[in-house]
């Protein structure tokens, strides 16, 4: 026995003196070779096998000193088994730190304790080996002082991955995120830009990691860069390692975040490259900065609200305030969180009672540029949730504030050249404290601002250079021609009233913004389009989204027999093959209408050709009636009597309940169908669901349009 243990020793002794002489080479070395920083790579696998073996190697340990039957052997080989992979493995771990970019403090720690583990596990085998009453006495206590130190380099490990608070995380007593509801709220760095950091980039560039020599937790870390020098250059992104180095090849061994990790989004990445060039700031709100429209809504996704179960509004609530003038938007899609405005400039007090029923619902309220007065403000006292409200250009008083002093949750004020004054102001601010708040051209001089500000540690914009309120949203553009459907091609011409404006679109489905295709001249469309235009000019707000759906027709079609006729009161079938769509209104004079029973046409195309598509453009209105089809079916034929067979048929799905009035269209694909006779049958539901008020009586069905492409 002591024979092979003088071998194995030897061995061991030969393999620990082989790899100092390694390690002193390596440490002198002007460049570390490839070949060891890849075996460093295999330390975090490695580490598993000692910690693994010791634990069950205790845990056999002590079930054997219990149960008087100790497996000596199977101990002895066991650490004999531990001591080689944890040597190895600080072996591996000291070729991986020569990668560079750790803390050194923490890695001093996690280096000393895990050769310090490595040593007592060889000493623990040592022992078992030699079998000494001397030497089982201290066993135990010596192997439990291991498992100390193992767990000790195993935290330190952790903290160089990642991050010194990795193990607490959970356990820590978190600081309650600040509820930010309206974006002009939003901090640049602190709300948006360090989120981003911290999500992708802070694990390996914090205090204890520093890959490259860079660390991003925090401003002053930022500004004093890395082993490259600046990680920014303010104003110039693409002077920036910072940016530049996200854009890299994700296969290139400087990219950011490495591969394997989570990438930035293509939005974080627009976030990024815009606050490096509008001055990278620290400490500037939102508002301060060079605003456009994709980064508002970009920042949207950067809204943190209040825990705050609120229920969602009914649609016909929804629909009643809107049929009065009202736009609405959810805040976030699919969330209870409304965005109103009232888009009229005559308003009276039934229509702002109106918003009573969304009372729970209402985060943010524009009344600008309305006749609202004083008597009409009541209902505001109810919105117990709303954080913003625009009041600009309005005829309310210090009266309405008193309607507004209990609304605890406020956050932006907007009395722009209003008839409130500094007493009523002051007043407000003794019982609540929006953080922003727009007094420029009232009652409100500029010293009681500056006062107000101090004494309630707000926000007070009283003049035209400090604030938003000097603006007006751009009327939207006209766009020409109407007609949406088009043969072989068309020319759209886009025009707007306001002198100087730019006209920005996009032919892809995306929203425009001021980096968008500057509009100069005509233009041409040979295939179907989303066409989006909007008005911009500098001083202004950007003009509502215009936007037409621009669809090529294979064919134009002539020659049409229909089984039964339109009612009466919504006749001629002609207007199905028009190429013209009707509006929302049914009664717009461009729709057919079938009352209880089905539209059934057979088109002669004059001759065999190939149809790759048939459409039907339908109107839903379940308030009045008017119900998608229940399924599109299409047969065809080369003979105008016999021989039809089905090709097709599209089932289409019901509402559940009220909705808003809205066109869609229903595409049944017949890929390269070859037939001159084709019958197409749009099913009516016949009667009105269970659910609806008129539960049993015949359905309408609307259609403008039936083509084929």
Known sequence: MKQVLRKYSAV????????????????????????????GRF?????????????????????????????????????????????????????????GGYGNDVLEVHF???????????????????????????????FVLTLVSISVAGHYGSVLT??????????????????????????????????????????????????????????????????????????????????????????????????GKPQLTKDELWLIKY???????????????????????LLKNYLVFDKIIIPKASKNDIVKVKEIGYMVNEMVPGE????????????????????SKLKEQIIELDFSNTSLTDQMTGVLKRLENLKMLRLDNTKISDKTLQNIKDLKRLEVLNLFNTGVTGVGLETLLKSITPSQIYTWKTAIEF???????????????????????????????KLTPENTLFIDSLLLSVKTNTKNAELRYTLNGEIPDSTSALYTDALHVEESKTFMVRAFKKGWFPSDVLKRDYFKVKYQVDNFTI????????????????????????????????????????????????????SVNSLGNTKDWILFPNKLKVYASNNAHTGFKKIGELKINQAKGYEDPQIKRFTLQTTNTQAQYFKIIIENPKVLPKWHEGAGQASWIFVDEIFLW
């Open 43 to 99: 330390h975090p696998l490695l580490l598993h096998l000692p910690i693994g073996a010791l634990l069950l190697t205790f845990f056999i340990d002590i079930i054997g000193r219990i149960k008087k039957d100790y497996p000596l052997l199977m101990i002895k080989w066991a650490l004999g088994f531990s001591s080689f992979f944890a040597i190895l493995t600080c072996i591996l771990g000291y070729f991986l730190s020569l990668e």
């Open 336 to 355: 209870a969180e409304l965005s109103i405005k009232f888009t009229k400039k005559a308003i009276t007090k039934n229509d702002v009672d109106m918003l």
């Open 275 to 297: 606050w490096i060039d509008n001055g990278a700031k620290f400490d500037n709100y939102v508002n301060s900065e060079t605003r456009n429209d994709t980064l508002d809504k």
């Open 162 to 259: 990642h991050g010194e608070n990795f193990l607490t995380e959970y356990v820590e007593t978190s600081e309650k995120e600040r509820i930010i509801e309206v974006v002009d709220s939003l901090k640049i760095y602190d709300d948006v830009i360090n989120k981003i950091l911290d999500d992708k980039c802070v694990q390996c560039h914090n205090s204890t990691k520093k890959k490259g020599g860079l660390s991003l937790i925090s401003k002053e870390a930022i500004l004093k860069g890395g082993e490259n020098g600046a990680a920014l250059h303010v104003g110039n992104s693409n002077e920036s390692l910072l940016y530049e180095q996200l854009l890299l090849p994700i296969s290139h061994e400087n990219h950011m975040p490495p591969e």
């Open 112 to 142: 000393w304790t895990g050769i310090l583990t490595a040593v007592l596990t060889l000493l623990l085998f040592l022992m078992v080996s030699l079998k000494s009453d001397k030497t089982n006495k201290w066993f135990l206590p010596l």
């Open 563 to 614: 089984e039964k006729k339109p009612e009466k009161r919504y006749p001629n079938a002609n207007k199905l093959f028009d190429l013209e769509v009707g509006n929302l209104s049914f009664k717009d004079g461009k729709w057919t209408g079938y009352l209880g029973y089905d539209l059934s046409t057979t088109i002669n195309l004059g001759a065999v050709k190939a149809v790759d598509s048939i």
């Open 12 to 39: 061991l002794v030969l393999f620990i003196v082989l790899t100092g002489v390694l390690l002193i080479s390596l440490s002198s070395a002007a460049e570390i070779p490839k070949i060891v920083l890849f075996f």
């Open 447 to 477: 010293e009681m601002a500056e006062r107000l500000k101090k004494d309630y540690g707000i926000q007070i914009h009283n003049g035209i250079a400090r604030g938003f309120v000097e603006k007006t949203k751009l009327e939207a553009p």
